[in-house]
């Protein structure tokens, strides 16, 4: 069942158990106000009875006239009975006074009903004796119109329930055009138009937040997919020159004889070409594997001068540490250790060594370790070729490489696989750079 059909239904379903409510309670309390209404005028007919039965005589002629004329205006179906509160009841009254005439005071009155006639008995005194009269009648009047006011409900109903059944239809269909506007524009989404955003309403009620959860979502997929078509394309270029060199080496060393100094050479081409190609298919593995949630060892408490030590080690493979400013750990009051991944914080410390020493010829490389405000800060500053302002926020998109830094080797990996190393350390990267200036990464990592 569709939410629109839902919600009609819970809609009109409401309403009918609210109307429904209401008219027990219209019902119930005009027969309340009715059969207290037939008291009062019963209470009135008994003292009339008293009157006529009991003090006549004692009246004087005219007012003992008008209470005969006053007595003849009966009730529908009206009896009165004269009786002694101590003799025998008769059996239509008996099941109602029978066990309460006996509590009974002067002035005292006893209220009841029997299907749809009602009664009033009350006790009189006179003469030093007790009399009790009971009046009982039919309110004809008041149970027409009760049936009629039941009728009325009755009818009203299926009625009043048809209009709101209509007008919850039409309201919840309107309510839910945009929704629907929204599912038919879904539909025409695919890899080929991911940019169809959907229809943001003018209300900014639950379809405008939903909307624009989804048109959120859109964004970042589309973002994820371009960025995906553009890291397949880059690495499909990168893996393919040396593939071509390759080849085209090995193709032009069997085309004919030559020398062994001309073999030599074709293979040490050839050699060069596969271990970019490895440390290309290396990189792009790394980055895979930092990409990765869930599955990345857990963090450990490593002391600070052993963290050193290994970056220290990890930078040794390509260049001299001794070309590199290290900070001197001894006279600062630091904690003892650091909270990290000891295998990828040596990596990424050791990929933005590598490019520092890499875009600075002068190898005027610095290395800063600092404490404040419960965040470790390591920063690396080099005076080599700087980024261009206009490319330092896309550094750290994989196999980007600024214009100034084409001519070095590279993937354009590294600070990628950085980027996301700290980021799953809950740190920041930060890159500040000036063209022919120099650069300076700085990471903070939550100690």
Same mark, same amino acid.
Request: proline share 5%.
């Given at each position: 069942?569709?939410?629109?059909?839902?919600?009609?239904?819970?809609?009109?379903?409401?309403?009918?158990?609210?109307?429904?409510?209401?008219?027990?309670?219209?019902?119930?309390?005009?027969?309340?106000?009715?059969?207290?209404?037939?008291?009062?005028?019963?209470?009135?007919?008994?003292?009339?009875?008293?009157?006529?039965?009991?003090?006549?005589?004692?009246?004087?002629?005219?007012?003992?006239?008008?209470?005969?004329?006053?007595?003849?205006?009966?009730?529908?179906?009206?009896?009165?009975?004269?009786?002694?509160?101590? /003799?025998?009841?008769?059996?239509?009254?008996?099941?109602?006074?029978?066990?309460?005439?006996?509590?009974?005071?002067?002035?005292?009155?006893?209220?009841?009903?029997?299907?749809? %006639?009602? /009664? #009033?008995?009350?006790?009189?005194? #006179?003469?030093?004796?007790?009399?009790?009269?009971?009046?009982?009648?039919?309110?004809?009047?008041?149970?027409?119109?009760?049936?009629?006011?039941?009728?009325?409900?009755?009818?009203?109903?299926?009625?009043?329930?048809?209009?709101?059944?209509?007008?919850?239809?039409?309201?919840?269909?309107?309510?839910?055009?945009?929704?629907?506007?929204?599912?038919?524009?879904?539909?025409?989404?695919?890899?080929?138009?991911?940019?169809?955003?959907?229809?943001?309403?003018?209300?900014?009620?639950?379809?405008?937040?939903?909307?624009?959860?989804?048109?959120?979502?859109?964004?970042?997929?589309?973002?994820?997919?371009?960025?995906?078509?553009?890291?397949?394309?880059?690495?499909?270029?990168?893996?393919?020159?040396?593939?071509?060199?390759?080849?085209?080496?090995?193709?032009?060393?069997?085309?004919?004889?030559?020398?062994?100094?001309?073999?030599?050479?074709?293979?040490?081409?050839?050699?060069?070409?596969?271990?970019?190609?490895?440390?290309?298919?290396?990189?792009? #593995?790394?980055?895979?594997?930092?990409? /990765?949630?869930?599955?990345?060892?857990?963090?450990?408490?490593?002391?600070?001068?052993?963290?050193?030590?290994?970056?220290?080690?990890?930078?040794?493979?390509?260049?001299?540490?001794?070309?590199?400013?290290?900070?001197?750990?001894?006279?600062?009051?630091?904690?003892?250790?650091?909270?990290?991944?000891?295998?990828?914080?040596?990596?990424?410390?050791?990929?933005?060594?590598?490019?520092?020493?890499?875009?600075?010829?002068?190898?005027?490389?610095?290395?800063?370790?600092?404490?404040?405000?419960?965040?470790?800060?390591?920063?690396?500053?080099?005076?080599?070729? /700087?980024?261009?302002?206009?490319? #330092?926020?896309?550094?750290?998109?994989?196999?980007? %490489?600024?214009?100034?830094?084409?001519?070095?080797?590279?993937?354009?990996?590294?600070?990628?696989?950085?980027?996301?190393?700290?980021?799953?350390?809950?740190?920041?990267?930060?890159?500040?750079?000036?063209?022919?200036?120099?650069?300076?990464?700085?990471?903070?990592?939550?100690?």
């Amino acid at each position: 069942m569709k939410i629109r059909h839902r919600l009609t239904l819970l809609f009109t379903l409401s309403v009918a158990g609210v109307m429904l409510l209401l008219y027990f309670f219209i019902y119930y309390y005009s027969r309340d106000f009715h059969q207290r209404e037939f008291f009062d005028r019963l209470s009135d007919r008994v003292d009339l009875t008293e009157k006529f039965f009991l003090e006549e005589s004692r009246l004087p002629p005219q007012l003992a006239r008008q209470v005969r004329e006053q007595f003849l205006l009966k009730l529908s179906n009206e009896q009165e009975w004269l009786l002694d509160p101590e /003799g025998v009841l008769p059996d239509s009254l008996a099941p109602f006074l029978s066990m309460r005439v006996a509590q009974l005071k002067p002035g005292d009155e006893i209220q009841f009903v029997d299907q749809h %006639r009602q /009664g #009033l008995a009350r006790i009189y005194e #006179l003469d030093g004796r007790h009399h009790l009269i009971v009046v009982t009648a039919v309110d004809e009047f008041g149970h027409t119109k009760l049936a009629n006011l039941q009728r009325i409900l009755m009818f009203s109903l299926p009625f009043s329930l048809a209009l709101v059944g209509l007008i919850g239809w039409f309201a919840t269909r309107r309510a839910l055009m945009p929704l629907d506007r929204n599912i038919a524009r879904t539909r025409e989404i695919t890899a080929s138009n991911l940019g169809t955003r959907l229809e943001l309403p003018a209300q900014q009620d639950e379809i405008y937040d939903f909307s624009a959860i989804i048109n959120d979502l859109l964004d970042r997929l589309q973002g994820a997919f371009e960025f995906q078509k553009k890291f397949i394309s880059n690495a499909s270029h990168e893996i393919r020159n040396p593939l071509t060199v390759i080849a085209g080496e090995a193709e032009i060393a069997l085309s004919a004889e030559r020398p062994a100094q001309a073999y030599r050479q074709s293979l040490e081409t050839i050699a060069q070409e596969a271990e970019r190609l490895h440390q290309l298919v290396n990189s792009l #593995l790394s980055l895979a594997r930092t990409g /990765g949630e869930g599955v990345l060892p857990q963090r450990e408490q490593v002391p600070l001068p052993e963290l050193l030590t290994d970056i220290q080690e990890g930078v040794s493979t390509k260049h001299d540490p001794s070309d590199i400013q290290w900070p001197d750990l001894t006279h600062h009051s630091f904690p003892e250790s650091v909270s990290c991944n000891r295998m990828l914080f040596r990596s990424a410390m050791a990929n933005l060594i590598d490019n520092a020493c890499k875009y600075d010829p002068t190898k005027t490389i610095s290395v800063d370790i600092r404490y404040a405000s419960g965040n470790w800060i390591f920063e690396v500053t080099d005076q080599g070729v /700087g980024i261009p302002e206009s490319e #330092l926020h896309l550094v750290t998109e994989p196999m980007y %490489r600024a214009t100034n830094a084409r001519p070095f080797p590279g993937q354009g990996l590294g600070l990628a696989m950085v980027d996301r190393i700290i980021r799953w350390h809950a740190g920041t990267l930060q890159i500040e750079s000036i063209q022919n200036k120099g650069t300076k990464a700085t990471i903070r990592i939550p100690h």
